[in-house]
Structures are given as C-alpha cells and as structure tokens.
C-alpha cells in the first residue's frame, strides 16, 4: 500500500499549484490585454507628405507651402494647416514638432506626479490598454490618418508606454479617461450661451472655461488652430500639439461645439473619444440638427454634454449622451447654461445624475451662473468675459480662491468666448482666464493665403484687457499660496500661518495644512485645522467625507497617546 503523504506537504503541493495557477492566469491575461490594446495604423496610400520639410522664417514661425505655425506676441502658439487627413496629420507634426514631444514629456510626468508607484503606472498602463482595446475601431479613419501623421514627430522616449502611434492615439481619450477616473479630478467645466433679449445686440454669444487640469506647464503651450480640411468646413478649435480632438472650436458656419464632463460609470471598452465626436460635429454641421444627427450616431464610452451654438438657428442647446442614450435639452428661454450635470426630463432623472447633483460641485457653480446673468443684465463679449473669471460663490461669498464651486477654479487650460454670428473668437492668455483675451476673425484668416512674413493675425483692437485682479495683493499671495502648498507636497516645510493667511477662506487650506500636522504626529493641531475646513465651503461630499474620516483618525491617534 502507497504511504499516505504528511499532510504539511499536501498543503504545500496545493499552495505551489495555486501560486502557479494564478501566475499562469496573470501571464495569460498580459499578454492578452497587450495585444487586444494594440491599434494597427492605417494603411496610406501616398506617404509623399513625409518628405515635406518645414521652412523657418522668423523665431518661432515655421511655413510649408500655405500651412503655418507661428507663436504670437500673446504668448498663444497659432497653427494653420489644410489638405487630406494624412497630409495635414503629416504638417501639423513638422511644424509643431518640438511642442508635440514637450506635451507628452509634460503629460506623462504629471501622471508619474499623480500616480508615483511604478507598480501602480503599471497597472494603468494595462487598464488604459485594456479600456482603449477597441479604439481603433472607434475612431472614424480620416481621424486616424490624421493622427497617424502626426504621430511621426512624436517623441522616442516612450516605447514602453507604446508605439508612436498608440499612443497618440490613447491621448485622444484623456479627457474620457479623466472623468471615468473621478477620484484624479482633473475634468469639471463651466459654459452658458445668450441670444435675443439675453444680449445686448441680441445676436448668440457663447462662453466656456475649459478646467482640464494636467499641472500648470501643460497649459502654458496652448494652440489656436484653424484648419481647412479636404472635406467638411472649415474651422478654429483650442488645442494643444499632437491633439486633433475638439473640447472648445467654432466652424466658418457660425457653428460652435464645446463639451462639459457629466457623471459616468467607469466604462468597459472604449468607443468614440468624446474630443473626436466634437470634432465631426464641428467640421461637419453646419447647424443645431445636424450636430444632433452626428452626436447621435457614435457611440461614446462616457457621458457628456455638448453645448452646440449656431449662428443659423441663433440660439443654443445641449446634446447630453450618455453610453446607451442620447437627449437635447432647450432651455426654453433665451439663454442656456452648462455644468457637470443633466439637464432636463429624461437624462436629468437619472439616479447617477442626482448624486451628482447632490455631492459634487456642480449645482453649486450652476446656481452661480445663473446668478451672475441675471445681475449683469444684457450679455455682451467682456460680460462674458467677466463671468468666466468669477472667483466668488452664491451671493458673491468669499469661498476662496481656488475652490471648485467657484466659476473661475484658477486651473483653466483655456476660457474662450464666441460671437458666431460675426465668426469672432477671443482666446485667454496665461495665467489661467486672467490674461488678455485675444481675438480673432475667423473671415480675415481663411481669406489668407499662406504666410509670408510673420506677422500677428489676430485682431489687436477688439482684445479684452486682462482682469486687474492680476495687480492685487490677493493674487500675489495666491500665488504664494500655490508655490508654498508645491512645496509641502514635495516634502519641504513651510510657515502654516503665512500658508493660511494667503488663503484664508479655502477650506483645502485647512485640509492641507491638517494633513501637514498628522503626518508630523501633531493631531491636536491637525484636528484643529480639520475641524475649520469644516466651517468653509466645502467643494464636494467626498472631501467633506474625507475631512471627517480624518477627524476619526485623528480622535484615534490621540485616544492611545501617552
């Protein structure tokens, strides 16, 4: 009779089988997230593009043949390119070639920033390839030649993130995989449209803060683009290089196509990226109904809102998508206004839609819009302005700067304003929405004909001055704020009373300096300044939760001190 084995080895036989098992099922599942992310590029028929070479004719100012690229005194980057999909992917690369590797320098290194463990960047390395697995099924082929093209000026340095063109590809679904990811916070925009009596010459005018936040550098090389494709119409977006989606831009129709994130579940494939169902719509319609036929027929892995303004229909709605749905909402009245939630009977009702609408800041910043266009009466283009750079809450409350109820959030990636009927744009300049707005006739830069000289092409006399807030002593210690709460994030220390004192009615800044004390053991003090942020207001549930679970911590940690 076979001898019965001690059962410690049975014990361990069973655990090197389950170790081996779970190995083998990790393997099998890499490898399998790798190549189901890996996006084949087009096949092109004539590459002749590639041998274009740009030709420089001033500091900063880069031509080939009519297209050309050039950096105005405002401190915006302006590019204009025309042609076939490849082509023009091909020249907006060459032209914007060093922008294009900086972006992805800066890009990347905010997210090492966010996500320090290189076993957590791993991960979302994998999730990212696993939640784009079908992009390239996704995305209409002209975009993908287009990307294509300008995925030969992109960096070297990333090929373990993946090929040029992956990732590319991939960053076209940042901003989906921003707000699919809430807890990084890096999407929650603000926009509103007037007409008839809302304007004073009651003709449309359009306004949005575009709060995409990748760290400050990512903004600093912002790109006013106006393209003439092949096919479609022409148009003007706000960008940056390597990025052919659209989150703000308005067609030679009159036709203007900004997009607000709403509350979505995280997907379990990719589709269409929201910035490239924008950028359909924004070179293919030419008014309200036709932007709905194309919102309609792409599939979106995110929920969204678009805010389409039409210079033919003189008014605005707003196209809301969700994944399995799609609704427009009409205001009714002559003038519409847009956070991060659904409007509306249908989307608005929505479970997921009333949590956002209780817990995050949303509500908050849709009341003060609101607010603020029944004050200012009769909009005009520097009302606009005037409202996009609010800073204060309901009732004209100092909530701090800073605070994500606040219209101006101090983290815009661009604040545009459109007067489509006239085909203007004004564009703001650093820093956030407080620089000059600089504007631009959309009938003077398509009726040019290449660039000769470089040569400013906005047009100077109908810029907006920049806030004079800029020249007060509560933004410069903002400003110190920002560089001092930097600081503590890197490790450093700092004078908490000076820290508070430059921002004293920010509830983060209580949050801040708390964590500051309960990571040095003081939680007394960190309780203290916990239990104050408590009596600001405060931007979401979950930070207010978050402070609380602190005032626990903190209640624990002193409960057992000796």
């Known amino acids: 009779m076979e001898q019965k084995r001690p059962w410690w080895r049975r014990l361990l036989r069973g655990i090197f089988v389950s170790i081996f098992v779970l190995v083998l099922l990790i393997g099998v599942l890499s490898v399998y997230v790798i190549s189901v992310s890996h996006i084949n590029p087009p096949k092109i028929a004539d ?16 031509t080939i043949g009519n297209n050309w690229f050039r950096k105005s005194k405002s401190g915006l980057y302006e590019l204009y390119v025309e042609g076939a999909p490849f082509e023009r992917g091909v020249i907006y690369g060459k032209l914007t070639t060093e922008l294009v590797k900086k972006q992805e320098d800066i890009f990347t290194g905010q997210f090492q920033k966010l996500i320090p463990s290189n076993i957590y960047l791993h991960f979302l390395k994998y999730f990212i390839g696993w939640f784009n697995r079908n992009l390239g099924d996704s995305v209409p082929e002209e975009y993908k030649e287009e990307i294509y093209g300008v995925s030969f000026s992109a960096s070297d340095d990333y090929g373990y993130i993946g090929t040029k063109f992956e990732r590319i590809m991939n960053y076209h679904a940042a901003h989906d995989i921003g707000h699919a990811l809430q807890s990084m916070a890096l999407v929650g925009c603000t926009s509103f449209a007037t007409w008839d009596g809302k304007s004073a010459d009651s003709s449309l005018i359009v306004g949005r803060n575009f709060d995409f936040y990748v760290g400050d550098k990512f903004a600093e090389d912002k790109i006013v683009a106006f393209y003439h494709p092949k096919d479609g119409y022409r148009f003007m977006m706000v960008t940056w290089a390597g990025f052919t989606g659209v989150v703000s831009g308005m067609n030679e129709n009159g036709l203007t196509v900004t997009i607000n994130a709403d509350k979505t579940s995280i997907p379990s494939g990719a589709a269409t990226p929201v910035s490239l169902v924008a950028r359909e719509i924004l070179q293919y319609a030419k008014n309200i109904n036709e932007a709905y036929t194309i919102a309609k027929k792409r599939k979106m892995f995110v929920s969204e809102s678009f805010l389409i303004g039409s210079a033919a229909d003189n008014k605005a709605v707003i196209v809301q998508k969700t994944p399995d749905s799609i609704d427009v909402y009409d205001a009714g009245a002559d003038f519409i206004t847009c956070t991060n939630h659904f409007q509306g009977n249908n989307l608005g009702k929505l479970k997921s839609n009333e949590e956002q609408k209780a817990q995050s800041a949303s509500t908050y910043r849709y009341q003060r819009l609101n607010e603020l266009l029944a004050e200012k009466g009769p909009n005009t283009p520097q009302k606009t302005v005037d409202i996009l750079r609010d800073r204060m809450g309901i009732n004209n409350a100092d909530i701090g700067i800073g605070n994500e109820k606040a219209i101006n959030q101090m983290i815009a990636h661009h604040s545009i304003v459109f007067e489509p009927k006239k085909r203007l744009v004004w564009v703001s300049t650093q820093p956030w929405q407080l620089g000059q707005f600089v504007c631009y006739d959309l009938n003077k830069i398509f009726a040019m004909h290449g660039l000769q000289h470089n040569t400013e092409v906005c047009d100077s006399a109908l810029n907006i001055a920049p806030d004079p807030f800029l020249q007060t002593t509560q933004f410069k210690d903002f400003v110190q704020f920002r560089k001092m709460k930097q600081k503590m994030q890197d490790g450093g220390t700092v004078d908490l009373q000076q820290f508070i004192a430059d921002n004293p009615n920010f509830y983060h800044t209580y949050v801040i300096a708390g964590d500051h004390e309960f990571k040095a053991g003081n939680y007394a003090q960190a ?28 209640d624990k940690k002193l409960a057992v001190k000796p």
């Open 47 to 62: 590459t002749h593009a590639l041998q274009l070479e740009r030709t420089q004719i001033d500091t900063n100012c880069y």
């Open 527 to 554: 309780k203290q300044y916990y239990q104050t942020a408590l009596t600001k207001v405060i931007a979401t549930k979950q930070e207010e939760n978050k402070i609380n679970k602190m005032i626990g911590k903190c």
